[in-house]
């Protein structure tokens, strides 16, 4: 009677437990949601006033129903900066780059934003968001301006501005304050000249 619930060799419990573990496997895989988005190559794209930039989102795969949402990121502003939707065939601005931003659409899994004409106020975080009603997915890319670096300073005299004259008085004249990273490049492209100099002279 033993020997009918043997399956080459292994008796009826053990092929129980080999059933269970196998169902449980398939179960597990089952839960784990596709990816519908690639991860971005560069996460940080660097650009200049006035030039054409993509921000990238790829699709892995198309859902049946899905709708592409992008939007622009503020952390000190709760809502929603909505740039435009699509659902793969048309799309709808929302924003002020009505006119100036669309979707590249190179192949059928490409959902990547393009901007014309980049001005300072395009400066930021962008989201790309994959909506299909199930498992909505995103990622967020960094849109930095590259720019020449140049010094000013108040009537008064030098180091007199504080921080919110300081960043009035870059609004005033079209530009806007230096990151970190660029006051850093500035100090060891100077230092690099200076060192340059002396090894001249001498």
Not at 53 to 77: E, G, Q, T
Not at 106 to 115: E, M, Q, R
Not at 168 to 177: I, M, N, P, T
Request: glycine fraction near 4%; include cysteine; charge should be positive.
């Amino acid at each position: 009677m033993e020997d009918r619930f043997r399956v080459r060799g292994y008796p009826r419990r053990l092929l129980k437990q080999a059933l269970y573990k196998a169902k449980k496997k398939v179960m597990e895989v089952d839960l784990v949601p596709p990816k519908f988005l690639l991860d971005p190559i560069h996460p940080v794209i660097l650009t200049q006033r006035g030039a054409n930039v993509i921000l990238s989102c790829i699709l892995h795969m198309r859902p049946l129903i899905y709708r592409v949402k992008w939007s622009k990121v503020n952390p000190a502003d709760p809502l929603e900066n909505l740039i435009l939707i699509s659902n793969g065939r048309h799309h709808k601005n929302y924003h002020r780059l009505k006119g100036q931003a669309y979707l590249r659409r190179n192949h059928l899994l490409d959902a990547s934003l393009v901007i014309r004409n980049v001005t300072l106020e395009d400066e930021g975080r962008y989201r790309c968001e994959l909506v299909n009603g199930l498992e909505d997915q995103s990622l967020t890319l960094s849109l930095q301006l590259e720019g020449v670096v140049f010094p000013y300073q108040s009537s008064g005299g030098r180091y007199k501005f504080n921080y919110a004259e300081a960043q009035q008085a870059c609004e005033e004249q079209d530009s806007r304050l230096a990151r970190f990273s660029q006051l850093y490049q500035c100090k060891n492209l100077v230092l690099f000249w200076k060192q340059r100099s002396k090894t001249g002279q001498q």
